[in-house]
């Protein structure tokens, strides 16, 4: 029995062919709740392997040249049957069609961080009170450090004008410190890497790795 | 016992290169997820598998490329 594979969320039905999906099979639209996924009828979901994953990001990177924007949709996603794909929308509609408006025009950059060491913490203020407000003031500043990427400050003025939206991911295991993706107009990808480039040497001693441009990937998380 | 899923990630992980790496975390742990009725078609423990192989693997790469 053929079940729905979800692909992607995209900002209109698109003009060209939807042409075969990962499993060769052919790509349908389902329009539902004015949102429109594009789909595909398989048995099975495939197996993640260079080539299914390459294949599954091909597909969606040519629909993205006819469309303003792909939502793309978390690899092995089926559905049991288009009823259920509609409901299963219907309950985020309101949180999809933002993210849509989000990326619309856009294309992510994924910027890495790298260093022999783990950056200093910067010093907590001088604990007060009790131990539950220390305890509290802890987690804040374990929580506000999680955003911050201090190592790529000389970077930011220089981005400033091509980065929308920015999501940071600490990971502080030497020499991986932190994955940082950007979300910039489409087409601005090389003039990204070339400010990045432009300024190795101020970020020493990190060091940093660009990759993109990319569909939005990290850009669709707050949908779920 | 190495289950097909694990089996296949570590094909992805052993014949890739850096774009490749990205691709993994992009594809298995990102994008829109959508539950309820939906079946995701690979176990929460290999996506979290995959991630961080690809996250030590990565970090590898740089290491090897900087000892130059």
Same mark, same amino acid.
Request: net charge negative; glycine share 12%.
């Given at each position: 029995m053929s079940r729905v594979y979800l692909y992607a969320l995209l900002s209109? $039905? $698109?003009?060209c062919e939807t042409g075969r999906g990962v499993c060769a099979e052919r790509l349908r639209i389902v329009a539902t709740g004015g949102l429109v996924a594009l789909v595909g009828d398989v048995v099975d979901a495939p197996a993640p392997s260079a080539l299914t994953l390459r294949a599954q990001d091909a597909v969606l990177r040519r629909l993205a040249t006819e469309l303003d924007a792909v939502l793309p949709v978390r690899f092995g996603t089926l559905v049991s049957d288009d009823v259920a794909l509609a409901e299963a929308l219907a309950r985020r509609q309101p949180q999809l069609a933002r993210a849509l408006g989000r990326v619309a025009g856009c294309e992510q950059m994924t910027l890495r961080v790298w260093g022999d060491v783990a950056t200093a913490e910067t010093p907590t203020a001088a604990a007060g009170g009790g131990p539950g407000t220390r305890y509290l003031a802890g987690r804040r500043h374990a929580h506000e450090r999680a955003r911050r990427? $201090?190592?790529?400050e000389p970077l930011r003025t220089r981005l400033a004008d091509l980065v929308r939206e920015e999501r940071v991911e600490r990971h502080d295991r030497p020499p991986l410190l932190a994955t940082v993706q950007h979300l910039v107009r489409r087409g601005a990808g090389a003039r990204y890497v070339d400010v990045v480039d432009a300024a190795r040497d101020s970020l020493r001693p990190w060091r940093v790795s660009v990759t993109g441009p990319w569909l939005p990937y990290a850009f669709a998380e707050e949908a779920a | 016992m190495t289950s097909p899923t694990r089996a296949a990630a570590r094909e992805v992980l052993e014949a890739t290169d850096d774009s490749l790496l990205d691709l993994v975390d992009n594809l298995l742990n990102r994008g829109v997820v959508i539950s309820g009725e939906v079946m995701l078609g690979l176990a929460g423990v290999d996506l979290v598998y995959v991630r961080l192989q690809a996250i030590l693997c990565s970090a590898d790469r740089v290491e090897q490329r900087h000892a130059r």
């Open positions: 209109g $039905p $698109p003009a990427v $201090p190592e790529l | -």
